[in-house]
Nanobody, 126 residues
Framework: QVHPVESGGGEVQPGGSLTLSCVIP????????LAWFRQASGKEREAVAV???????????SAKGRFTISLDSGLDSAKATLHLQMNSLKPEDTAMYYC????????????????WGQGTQVTVSS
């Protein structure tokens, strides 16, 4: 089983930047998709950025041009590390951010997510 572990959250002023990281030990041959989700208070969880083992990447509209998802090494490595570089942060980016992993075959750009981290809080405030 995959156990993602996030880090890098914190508080930043509007217009600032943060980089989130997620170590993903235990990836298997069915771990084809990785993603960053977020959930703001009182709102549903949404997919912010998705990357698959073929290198295809997608972003939610509000993240396009500001956020960048990247993977340090292949998913078949012992400890793949996923990043989310977030620039030009806005107060509406405030949320708990979750790293997720899973196989193909779901509703998020053809991916499903069965393994989740505990989350890291991002707060954008002046």
């Amino acid at each position: 089983q995959v156990h993602p572990v996030e880090s890098g959250g914190g508080e930043v002023q509007p217009g600032g930047s943060l980089t989130l990281s997620c170590v993903i030990p235990g990836a298997t041959e069915t771990t084809n998709c990785l993603a960053w989700f977020r959930q703001a208070s009182g709102k549903e969880r949404e997919a912010v950025a998705v990357i698959d083992s073929d290198g295809r990447i997608s972003y939610t509209d509000s993240a396009k041009g500001r956020f960048t998802i990247s993977l340090d090494s292949g998913l078949d490595s012992a400890k793949a590390t996923l990043h989310l570089q977030m620039n030009s942060l806005k107060p509406e980016d405030t949320a708990m951010y979750y790293c997720a992993a899973g196989p193909y075959g779901g509703p998020w750009d053809g991916c499903d997510f069965s393994d989740w981290g505990q989350g890291t809080q991002v707060t954008v405030s002046s």
